[in-house]
């Protein structure tokens, strides 16, 4: 049965909106639940889901959305929502309270001091209230998507000549001074900066730095538009000038996925202050400007190890025993299996594993794809790798970080197909995402392995993020997946199971 909540002229941003909806979904009984703003788009989602009477609903009202057989159930799952969304009203402490700030002046007066404006409002009015923060001296963390492209280079232009960051749009992922903004990874400080145009790209490169001993000083992600010839690297360009003038900032990784030529060319055109690596990821072409003092490399874990010898830090083994692994599985695995299937959480790990694997097997079909063919549907017997975070996706589900349901789906469809060989996943731990994401894939996997075919399994994480690390990797491997070191050594042992190839789990980028 279908049950709606309206709350009428009650704005909550996409943050607490995701929070929400986990922990409804959490709710035993529960088949489906969504908290939502009542946008003319969401609206029709929910129309399409099955639920009714919608139709005094504006864009400003919020709406709790449960379906369940069990009444208790959904009492239940909207009680948890309603919690969680006006908890911090709630606690305040009655009468003599604060009132709850309305706007921007009002929670700067409720807070002193503040220098970072975090934004997550629907896109059309995201520029808006980021040209306040700006004009309030504040830094912003733009979380807000769908804006407009002239918008973000007006915020990002007004930005520089204010000497303030504007990381965004589309900004999942920063962590300033130690405090980890949007989804980020609990790391140790350390020496290295990061400026990533890429989400899931900062999260594993801050990731690989923790895990092998060096940490991280400052994550500035400038959004996934920033090196475009139209944006022309604005923030990038600040965020290497404010790590430059960082006193604890010893070196400087940027991360990208293939940017404008022309952007990185000029970017990376000047003699860095500091030593300085840029990982753009899928980079296909030579760079004629790039300065000699400054190393460039196509892969996340390329440039966590180029970083890592540019201080003099000793290289950790990024193989461990994956080929074996490789080797013991493929002699079992019918030869008329051939094909991998990637289902991702993080955007940028599908691309980079794209990237990878394709030297290797061939073109690979995708919702991203690198070549413009290379689209989905995908013809009959083709790789396939798919990022479950695009918003084709996600309407009126939660990210598969959040709430790894959507993706078990997609998982449950390789079972009773006799032609996959290997399925591709990430997991990625951190702040935002779920509390434990392995338990939830794990069984699936085994029922996938169980069918013929392989799983090979990444987890993003470190030891201090809430989920437990090695945790989440023992319970991987308790199902019978293998286990990389990092994301780009996953899509090799990918596509080393599809060519029979132990050996390609060595290679080089």
Not at 46 to 61: I, P
Not at 372 to 385: E, F, I, L, Q, R
Not at 404 to 429: G, N
Request: charged share 20%; proline share 6%.
């Amino acid at each position: 049965m279908h049950e709606v909540q309206v709350l009428r002229d009650n704005y909550k941003d996409s943050v607490r909106l995701l929070e929400a909806t986990r922990s409804m979904l959490a709710v035993a009984g529960i088949e489906y639940a969504w908290a939502l703003m009542g946008t003319p788009a969401n609206l029709e989602t929910l129309a399409g889901e099955g639920f009714e009477n919608l139709d005094e609903t504006s864009a400003n009202d919020l709406v709790l959305a449960v379906r369940s057989g069990d009444p208790e159930s959904r009492v239940a799952a909207l009680e948890l929502a309603n919690d969680i969304l006006f908890a911090a009203v709630r606690s305040s402490g009655g009468d003599d309270a604060a009132p709850q700030a309305t706007d921007l002046a009002g929670a700067m007066a409720q807070q002193e001091g503040s220098n970072v404006a975090i934004i997550s409002v629907p896109g059309q009015y995201a520029s808006l209230e980021a040209q306040k923060a700006l004009s309030a001296g504040l830094d912003v963390l733009l979380f807000s998507d769908n804006v407009p492209l002239s918008d973000e280079i007006a915020l990002k232009e007004r930005a520089r000549d204010l000497g303030r960051l504007v990381m965004g749009p589309g900004a999942g992922t920063a962590m300033i001074a130690g405090t980890g903004l949007g989804f980020a990874n609990r790391v140790k400080p350390g020496r290295v900066g990061i400026v990533a145009a890429a989400g899931t790209g900062a999260q594993e490169a801050m990731a690989l730095l923790d895990r092998w001993g060096v940490g991280v000083s400052h994550v500035i992600g400038v959004g996934g538009r920033d090196l475009s010839t139209e944006v022309g690297g604005l923030m990038a360009r600040a965020g290497i000038g404010a790590l430059e003038a960082d006193p604890g900032t010893d070196a400087i990784l940027l991360v990208s996925k293939p940017p404008s030529p022309e952007v990185a060319e000029s970017l990376l055109g000047q003699a860095p202050s500091k030593p300085m690596v840029a990982a753009l990821i899928g980079l296909r072409e030579d760079l004629d400007g790039v300065h000699d003092d400054i190393k460039v490399c196509n892969t996340l874990e390329q440039g966590v190890v180029l970083s890592l010898e540019r201080m003099g830090v000793e290289i950790p083994d990024r193989i461990g025993d994956t080929p074996e692994a490789v080797a013991e599985l493929i002699t079992a695995i019918p030869q008329s299996r051939t094909r991998l299937v990637g289902l991702f959480s993080g955007g940028t790990l599908c691309y980079e594993a794209m990237t990878i694997a394709t030297e290797h097997i061939g073109p690979i079909h995708s919702n991203t794809p690198l070549e413009k063919s290379w689209t989905v549907p995908a013809p009959d017997g083709a790789h396939v790798c798919l990022d479950l975070g695009e918003e084709e996706h996600t309407q009126g589900l939660p990210h598969p970080m959040i709430d790894p349901e959507a993706r078990i789906e997609w998982m449950r469809k390789q079972i009773a197909d006799p032609s996959v060989a290997v399925v591709l996943l990430d997991v990625v731990l951190g702040d935002g995402s779920h509390e434990d994401p392995a338990s939830l894939l794990a069984p699936i996997a085994a029922e996938i392995i169980a069918s013929g075919a392989t799983v090979v399994a990444y987890v993003l994480g470190t030891e201090l993020d809430p989920q437990g690390f090695e945790y989440q990797r023992k319970t991987l491997r308790d199902a019978g997946c293998i286990v990389s070191e990092t994301a780009a050594r996953a899509a090799l042992a990918a596509a080393a199971i599809v060519n029979r190839d132990p050996a390609l789990v060595h290679s080089d980028f």
